[in-house]
């Protein structure tokens, strides 16, 4: 299936990153968020991103134009209608998903695929209030999208094998390598990294080492870019939080529990980098 127009739900931090490669590639792209005030964030951080891109060398200014040329902004799911793909990247809550699929079910045309790219709901969940399950694929994109070149292709027990290539392709056309995933709560990549994570705060919460230690820990003696606790606050303590509250209720497996301080964390708005406050100041 040719893809022309590009459909983008949730202008956050990984939304405004998918909307910003998929510009760049070359896409018309057409970005929902639900309120003005959120609209002129996320076209801010697209903003500023290819501004840094020019500074940079890696954009022109007139590339720059161009990109910023191909999006259009909404607050109505509506003007989606028309895209031949739509990735969903509004916050990790099940119950918001449900509903964002359904609506996009009945506004999109019947040959839009509809992708998630959620980090740990399985897609059969939002697959399932659709009336197009074999037209429903898990994007899921890694933070900073314009910078990760994975995408994690999610491939449920309904899909049709067309979905799965044009979603392939899609990705490939964005720059990025694909691998494929069966439909299990956190997909290959979050099944690893978040009890991975999970257990570095648990080491803060017993004091075995400060933040900085074990950040540093990692990074020099696993040649990690960042360290688990850094990479918290740059994923978003509440988003992680949420996703470990979700692998625990799938596998009911105390590694994915999530520890008391990223709960605490969570509920006291020490997000992260987005806040200015978790286990660093920004
Ligand atoms: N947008 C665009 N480009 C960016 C960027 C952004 N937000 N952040 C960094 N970059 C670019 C820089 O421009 C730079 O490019 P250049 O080398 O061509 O000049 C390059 O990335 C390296 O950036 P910096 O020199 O500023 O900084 P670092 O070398 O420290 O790299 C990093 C930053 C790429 C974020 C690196 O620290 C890293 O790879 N961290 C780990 C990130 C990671 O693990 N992400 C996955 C998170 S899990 C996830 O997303 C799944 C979810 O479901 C939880």
Redesign the pocket.
Known sequence: MAITQVGVVGCGL?GS?IA?VAARSGYATVVREVSAELVTKGRGRIEK?TA??VE?G?LTAAQRQEILGRMRFTTAVEDLAGCDVVVEAAT?NPALKKELFAALDRACKPETILAS????IPIIELAAVTRRPEQVVGL?????????KLVEVVKTIRVGEAAIATARAFAESLGKRPILAKDRAGFV??VL??PYLLEAVRLVEQGVASPEDIDEGMRLGCG???GPL??LD???ID??FY?AEILFEEFKNPHYAPPTLLRQMTIAGLHGRKSGKGFYSY
């Open positions: 990984m990153g910003e991103s840094t891109a940079k890696k990790e790219n959620t980090s740990s899921h994109f890694f933070n900073p999208v314009p910078v990760m990549v979050n990294l978040v990690y870019p960042m850094q990479l740059f994923v978003g988003t992680t996703i």
